[in-house]
């Protein structure tokens, strides 16, 4: 969709990119690094200072004490990470559980690695379950459920609730979950993130993945990590090594120092901001009739396009895109079956100015 969107020199809302400005620490820590000669292959679970600025982020957010030496790993990026996990914990045959609508790196991953993915269906507009949907999903080759949260596409938060009942299901079926928590500073309304490697025994089964690519705005950085026990953080380490070497060495010392600089007014700033976003452009889907599934998190939103001429999801993105210059990405990717022929994804995480251009743009469907 961003090829066909630079076709028509239209407006981009397909492509997850976040336009907010790259945090002045961040610049300087990697441009430092740069100049001091930091730009060599890294340690095969990257720089220590960025393993330490991770640790003590994840001590703050989970109450838990985690070792920089032995429980963190750096990757190229959070799907790096993802991928890593999975080559050093799964097998080619085991089956994952895994929410849709959903991310479709992971589902690729899967894919390249002869995994099976076994769909629990999120219905909109709460994209609530139950534990009977997991229990139908789960079979003697379950070794893992994936989560995604706050989610890419549908903005979904798992509040505590619903991170309970996935503890207890995967305790219960003795499973790894795997969290990529991307999107966890992009919050609405008064939702919390919560990680489930906080809840009661659930610190040892749980490679929880995140990175910097979206709250730093630093997507071409390739930067992300996860945190585990030690035993899963050497074997996704020495995967991290074998498919990717390292991170890129002088920018994970700017990140390092982003994390270390950049207080709890920032990542307030940027959730309200994004939320300001959300609101405006939900409201401009809401009024030509194309109606948004307001999330919770994230810097997505699906909206209903049935009312666009086509018979599939991508018929009417690209009327959309023809008639009005806007790209969106198709429902039927987020989706194993047609559940999503429906549905587009829009990103609202723009430059005010590109976002309003869009719905000015999507006020020609009037």
């Known amino acids: 969709m961003s090829i066909e969107c630079a076709k028509v020199k239209g407006v981009n809302l397909a492509q997850g990119v976040c336009d907010m400005p790259v945090p002045e620490p961040v610049i300087a820590g990697a441009e430092a690094a740069m100049s001091k000669g930091v730009n060599t292959y890294t340690r095969f679970d990257g720089r220590y200072e960025l393993r330490r600025a991770v640790a003590e982020k994840h001590r703050h957010a989970t ?16 799907t790096g990470a993802f991928h890593c996990a999975c080559l050093a914990l799964l097998n080619e045959g085991d089956e994952v559980i895994v929410f849709e609508p959903s991310y479709g790196y992971h589902q690729i991953t899967f894919a390249s690695l002869g995994i099976t993915p076994r769909y629990v269906t999120l219905p909109p507009p709460d994209w609530k379950f139950s534990a009977e949907q997991l229990e139908a999903a789960v079979s003697g ?11 890419n596409p549908c903005g979904k938060v798992f509040n505590r609730r619903e991170m309970q009942l996935i503890a207890d299901f995967a305790q219960a079926h003795d499973l790894f979950v795997f969290t990529d928590e991307i999107y966890e500073h992009f919050l609405y309304d008064g939702h919390k993130h919560i990680s489930p490697a906080s809840l009661p025994g659930m610190a040892q089964r749980t490679i929880t993945i995140s990175g910097f690519s979206k709250i730093f705005s630093i997507t071409g950085w390739r930067l992300g990590y996860c945190v585990c026990a030690p035993e899963w953080a050497l074997a996704i380490g020495h995967f991290n090594d074998l498919v990717y070497v390292c991170a890129p060495a002088p920018l994970q010392l700017g990140a390092a120092r982003g994390l270390e600089e950049l207080g709890p007014d920032y990542y307030r700033n940027v959730a309200a901001d994004h939320q300001n976003k959300r609101d405006l452009f939900c409201a401009a889907l809401a009024e030509i009739g194309l109606t948004p599934h307001i999330p919770q998190g994230a810097y997505y939103a699906l909206a209903d396009i049935s009312p666009l001429p086509g018979k599939t999801s991508k018929e009417r993105a690209m009327y959309l895109l023809h008639s009005t210059g806007v790209a969106c990405v198709p429902g039927n990717a987020f989706y194993e079956g047609d559940a999503g022929e429906t549905l587009a994804r829009f990103c609202f995480g723009r430059k005010a100015s590109i976002l309003a251009d869009a719905c000015e743009r999507l006020k020609k469907l009037k």
């Open 63 to 78: 109450g838990m004490e985690t070792n920089p030496d032995t429980q963190v790993v750096i990757s190229s990026g959070a």
């Open 141 to 151: 080759r379950t070794r893992a459920l994936v989560l995604n949260t706050p989610s």
